[in-house]
């Protein structure tokens, strides 16, 4: 299971409608939109197409979310920071924006919604390092998980 951008769970998941998608996007792509994807992959196996992406992409991964998501089973070490890609946009069921800074205008002919994640920032409570990105991590899982109740809740017709 590879967190790589796009993030493909299934071969058959592109264009599919039968599979629901998602795509999360922060900033720089290189951290919280990251471990979503990352956490959804873990967690959906195979049952969710998921991307992410950024509004001004980094040039790298964060090593630290890559090290607190691992902790929990998923992988984001492949993850590649890129920008929004407007079909991609377009044709998703469901925008996560992860944080306040990222903002995501709707384009035409846009196919799902986007919904904002206020997410947890223990730094502004005086944590930080490793510490932080735990609790970034299992604020965002959490998330992740309810998320993919409701995305799968009437599930796919096999």
Known sequence: MSAQTPHHSSSAASGSSSIPSVLFVCVKNGGRSQMAAALMEARAAGTVEVHSAGTRPGTSINAL??????????????????????????????????????????????????????????????????????????????????????????????
């Open 65 to 158: 979310s890559a090290e607190v998501v691992a902790e929990v089973g998923a992988d984001m070490s492949a993850g590649v920071t890129k920008p929004i890609d407007p079909s991609l946009l377009a044709r998703v069921d469901r925008v996560v924006v992860l944080g306040e800074e990222a903002v995501v205008e709707p384009v035409p002919g846009m196919a799902g919604t986007i919904t904002t994640w206020r997410t947890d920032e223990p730094s502004e409570r005086g944590i930080e390092g490793t510490e932080r990105m735990r609790l970034i991590r299992d604020d965002i899982d959490h998330r992740v998980q309810e998320l993919l109740e409701e995305l799968t809740a009437d599930g796919p017709v096999l």
